[in-house]
């Protein structure tokens, strides 16, 4: 039964690639009527299958909603005061010394620690559209690049939640985690830029949106203003992981809560859209009316918003069969070392779409099998959190809403989005495992 309905999964992938291609049906309807039959044919009842979906769009919205929203603002109003032009005039000299790739696989990582990789794409709206004005290949690989990095550093450097999630569940070391997950997220992480760069220039990408033109006078403070309330928002989700660490200094009481309240969504949106209009010091009706520009910005984020809470509605469904637990235990009693922590984190991401599900699932499964996998040991133990880490990255498609926010964002349609995001996580996931094998022998 689980195969079987990893199959129905397999014709639901096909069937949302061809209704993107056909641009016929909005994604929205097209998810929602995928994840019904979906559940239909895994033999979820009306009730179960109303109430997973319900509750998984619920929890989508309520995670990404608001830093959506809060992201759209910002770049709207950093777009027409025209600091996301001072913000694009940075970024180019910043590429033109550094690199634009390298650039933005240092920005994807480092946002990879915030506690939802989601909220931090979303909350990085603005710097993404001026590293795409900026960046070689336009917007659509800014935005897949950062968003590939973002995984990297999501799954393999502490403390971001999946990391942290695995050492407590495996009793791993946190510096020797630390120790072979920067190099490894490193390496992942210009694995993924390659894909984007090579895959990029083999698929027809949507061309770039028009630049924003500069004010005649430039304005220091635009910089700032396009600039520090998306630090101010990822700064936010950082902090919130750090809330998440289950051991001292933050174990509990006031201090943890706190840690964990900061980055909720409507902090994010207090921060992120309160500083930039301080910044550009612009409270007009034209500007924050329901008809000026937070009311258009509202109005095009909405529609990507009702997507990704589809998104989460599917993923919900999926995880009530229990298809992907079913099936990633059958390789528990195979001795292949690192690749069984890997592979099981890899099917139960790829079969129910949520990485730190298939972070949390694959590290209760593994724990017992330590010992048999020749991995119970402090470099073991690392190595095996890690490799849960990696097999989590891949692979992201129809059934994670980050694909689909991804995909939205760069206005790739689903089968664009299956070669440069699904891929991509895969190269990722697989470049990640080649190398904290040699250095797991190494130490």
């Known amino acids: 039964m689980p195969f079987l309905q990893a199959f129905y999964l397999l014709a639901a992938v096909a069937a949302l690639s061809l209704l993107g291609a056909s641009r016929r049906l909005h994604p929205l309807l097209a998810l929602s009527g995928v994840a019904l039959a979906f559940g239909y044919a895994a033999g979820m009842g009306t009730a179960q299958l109303g109430r997973a979906f319900g509750n998984g769009f619920a929890q989508a919205v309520n995670t990404t909603g608001l830093a959506i929203i809060a992201g759209a603002i910002v770049a ?85 939640p999946g990391p942290i999630a695995g050492v407590a569940i495996l009793e791993a070391s946190p510096m020797r985690v630390l120790a072979l997950g920067l190099p490894t997220a490193l390496v992942a992480a210009a694995a993924g830029a390659a894909w984007v760069a090579l895959a990029g220039r083999r698929i027809a990408l949507p061309d770039d949106l028009p630049r924003p033109i500069a004010p005649p006078v430039p304005r220091p403070r635009h910089l700032a203003a396009a600039l520090l309330p998306v630090v101010a928002m990822l700064g936010l989700l950082i902090v919130q992981t750090l809330g998440q660490i289950a051991s001292e200094p933050f174990g509990g009481g006031p201090a943890r809560e706190l840690l964990i309240g900061v980055g909720r969504p409507v902090m994010l949106l207090a921060a992120g859209v309160g500083l930039c209009l301080i910044l550009t010091w612009r ?76 972070v949390i699932t694959a590290a209760g499964m593994v724990v017992p099998a330590l010992d048999m996998l020749g991995l119970d040991s402090e470099t073991g133990r690392a190595a095996a959190t890690l490799a849960i ?41 697989l470049a990640a495992i080649a190398t904290l094998a040699v250095l797991a022998a190494i130490v």
Do not use: C
């Not at 919900?316 to 690192?338: C, D, F, N, S, Y």
């Not at 694909?403 to 996580?425: D, H, Q």
């Open 283 to 358: 409270w007009d009706a034209v500007v924050v009316a329901e008809d000026g520009w937070v009311g258009q910005a509202i109005l095009r984020a909405a529609g990507l918003l009702l997507i990704v809470g589809a998104a989460g509605g599917f993923e919900k469904v999926l995880q009530e069969t229990g298809m992907a637990e079913l099936i990633a235990e059958r390789l528990l009693t195979w001795h292949g070392g690192l690749l069984v922590p890997f592979l099981v984190a890899a099917i139960m991401k790829t079969l129910q779409g949520s990485t730190l599900v298939a």
């Open 76 to 160: 709207t109003i950093a777009e027409r005061t025209g600091a996301g032009a001072r913000l694009a005039a940075w970024a180019t000299g910043w590429a033109r010394r550094r690199g634009a790739p390298p650039a933005m696989t240092l920005v994807g990582l480092v946002s990879g620690l915030a506690s939802s990789p989601s909220a931090a794409f979303a909350a990085l709206a603005a710097w993404r559209e001026a590293a795409g004005w900026s960046a070689r290949g336009g917007a659509v690989v800014a935005a897949v690049g950062l968003a590939l990095a973002l995984v990297a550093g999501h799954g393999l450097i502490l403390p971001a």
């Open 389 to 429: 880490g990696a097999g989590a990255m891949a692979v992201s498609h129809v059934n994670d809403g980050y694909f689909w926010l991804v995909a939205g964002t760069a206005r790739l349609r689903v089968g664009g989005g299956l070669v440069l995001i699904s891929l991509g996580t895969l190269v990722q996931a």
